[in-house]
């Protein structure tokens, strides 16, 4: 099994910075695609954004050239660095990947949620 982690959530006025991270801990995997994704109260779960294992990226329009997307692939750790926070990013911050485990008699990918972080952006 694989477990994802994420951290760097919190409070933070309009017009600030957070960035979140995103640690996978297990054995014998590797992530191919990770993303991140949002939930405010009463909405829909939405993509913020997404990066293959090949560095192509895709964003929301809502957080285009405010919100960048990384990995570190030594680390086994995704990031989403967010700034010029708005009221309207209020919402639960979830990271998904799909991990490509190699086993002993076979390979194969499954998909993973961590258990959310909190976002609050005051006005």
């Known amino acids: 099994q694989v477990q994802l982690v994420e951290s760097g959530g919190g409070l933070v006025q309009a017009g600030g910075s957070l960035r979140l991270s995103c640690a996978a801990s297990?054995?014998?995997?590797?992530?191919?695609?990770m993303g991140w994704y949002r939930q405010a109260p009463g909405k829909q779960r939405e993509l913020v954004a997404r990066?293959?294992?090949?560095?192509?990226?895709n964003y929301a329009d809502s957080v285009k050239g405010r919100f960048t997307i990384s990995r570190d692939n030594a680390k086994n750790t995704g990031y989403l660095q967010m700034n010029s926070l708005k009221p309207e990013d209020t919402a639960v911050y979830y990271c998904?990947?799909?991990?490509?485990?190699?086993?002993?008699?076979?390979?194969?990918?499954?998909?993973?949620w961590g258990q959310g972080t909190q976002v609050t952006v005051s006005s």
């Open positions: 998904n990947a799909a991990i490509r485990h190699r086993g002993v008699f076979s390979t194969y990918e499954k998909d993973y």
């Open positions: 297990g054995s014998m995997f590797s992530i191919n695609a």
């Open positions: 990066m293959t294992s090949g560095g192509s990226t």
